[in-house]
Structure formats: C-alpha cells, structure tokens
C-alpha cells in the first residue's frame, strides 16, 4: 500500500513538473498551448517560427526531441500531439502537424534534403517542399518523411518506413519508400505499427 502510494507520489510530481518545465524549455517558441509538457529537455533552434498546440506531449528522455526552423520556416504543431524521444522535425518552408499525431521514437521529418539544426552547405538541400501530416496519423519507430510528403488523416506508418509523395487517409503503409498495404482499422493496426517499432504512447 505505501509502495503504492510513493509510486503514485512520484508520478505525479513528475507530471507537474512536466507543465511547468515545458514554458521554459519552449521558451524558445513563438506560440506554446496549455497543458503542453516536456519530459526532460528539447533541443529548440528557432530562427523561423514555431508554434506548439495544447496538450502537446513532448519525451526527451532518452534522447532530446529537436525542433528546429531556418529563417523562412515555420513548423506547426496541434492540439495533442505526442513526439518521442529523438525525433527531429526540420522546417526551412512549412511542417505541418495535424491534432493527435503520434510519433515514434528517433523519427525524422525534415522539408529539405538535409533536414537539422545547422545550414546546409550545399544550396540545392535548402529547396523546401512542404511537409502535412494530417490529423491522427501514427508514426511508429524510425519513420523518415521526406519534402512534400502527405500523409492523409488517421493514416498508420510502420517502423523504419521511408515517407514520399502521398499516404491515403485511414491506410496503413510501410516500407522503402512507403506503399500502402492496407486500409487502416485501428486501433488494431495502430498497435501492431506501434509494437513493431517500439512507439511509447505515454
């Protein structure tokens, strides 16, 4: 019973201190929502824009999360979404990411060929093409979306699957680069993509 109560003690420190640390390490963020927690630190390099939803859930615990944006680029994050440990979402033009997206861990989305925090040397890998993500869409481990793709609403990616070009709403598709393999009837299938990677929902 005390064992119990000293484990929910701690959990529950930790979920307040979650709220309260992600307003400094956002701090970097034109827009964040509220009840928006960080779980230990993100790394923010914002030389565009970035704006953070509500009750967005971002886990840097194993390996920081990185957002970050060149001079020109905005990376837009709704309502509920939840980025694991060592993803990278890159935006030197636009990065969109629909309300309740689940993202595995050390996922890369990226709107240039060289997507990260420094600028790229070579000017061709500057040429952005916009990247959406629409609403629901579940990203298991190690996804890589490349520039311009779209990844239609409620859409299930599988574990170390490469993303171009389109992904249909409610599909599930997987591979290199990602086909469609089947319509989508989560949360079955959301779980199997999540399982096979290792996507960590809380």
Known sequence: MLRRLVEKFASARVWVTSRVTAAFWLRACDVVG???RTFWRPHIENRGRIIVGSGVRINSHWAPVELATGPRGTIE???GV?????TL???HGRVRIGADVMIGNYSIIGDTDVPGIGEPTAPPALEARDIDIGDGVWLAARVTVLPGAR?????VIAAGSVVAGDIPARSVAGGIPARVLRRASAPADVAVAAHA?????S
């Open 34 to 36: 509220s009840n928006t």
């Open 77 to 79: 994050i709704a309502d």
């Open 82 to 86: 939840y980025i694991n440990y060592g």
């Open 89 to 91: 979402i890159s935006a």
């Open 151 to 155: 990844i239609g609403a409620g859409a």
């Open 197 to 201: 990677g290792g996507t960590k929902a």
